[in-house]
Nanobody, 121 residues
Framework: QVQLVESGGGLVQAGGSLRLSCVAS????????MGWYRQAPGKQREFVAF???????NYADSVKDRFTISRDNAKNTVYLQMNSLKPEDTAVYYC???????????????WGKGTLVTVSS
């Protein structure tokens, strides 16, 4: 019913920047919280950043002051601007959204399939 598609990943040198995007589509009545998670090779998926429907944000300590999450509600899109990238930021980045589907009265969490970010030293 709802699809999340990430884009913007790629290969970048340490110190560089990337901007990830995630577009939600389908039978959407409203999108509540949105967020980004990442999973590095051999590690568990971890929280990166969160943005509420009202624009409040929260970040993992490891990315605070380097990453910025934002959203465009008209486009059902969430962004992650990543600056001063480090090799340890290398991971598959996943978009997550809490979506109320048309005809429902509660939100359901959806995940994208991920986009790979590789930071070379």
């Amino acid at each position: 019913q709802v699809q999340l598609v990430e884009s913007g990943g790629g290969l970048v040198q340490a110190g560089g920047s990337l901007r990830l995007s995630c577009v939600a589509s389908g039978s959407i009545f409203s999108i509540n919280a949105m967020g980004w998670y990442r999973q590095a090779p051999g590690k568990q998926r971890e929280f990166v950043a969160f943005i509420s429907s009202g624009g409040s944000t929260n970040y993992a300590d490891s990315v605070k002051d380097r990453f910025t999450i934002s959203r465009d509600n008209a486009k059902n899109t969430v962004y992650l601007q990543m600056n001063s990238l480090k090799p340890e930021d290398t991971a598959v980045y996943y978009c997550n959204a809490d979506v109320t589907v048309v005809g429902h009265y509660y939100g359901t969490k959806y995940w994208g399939k991920g986009t790979l970010v590789t930071v070379s030293s």
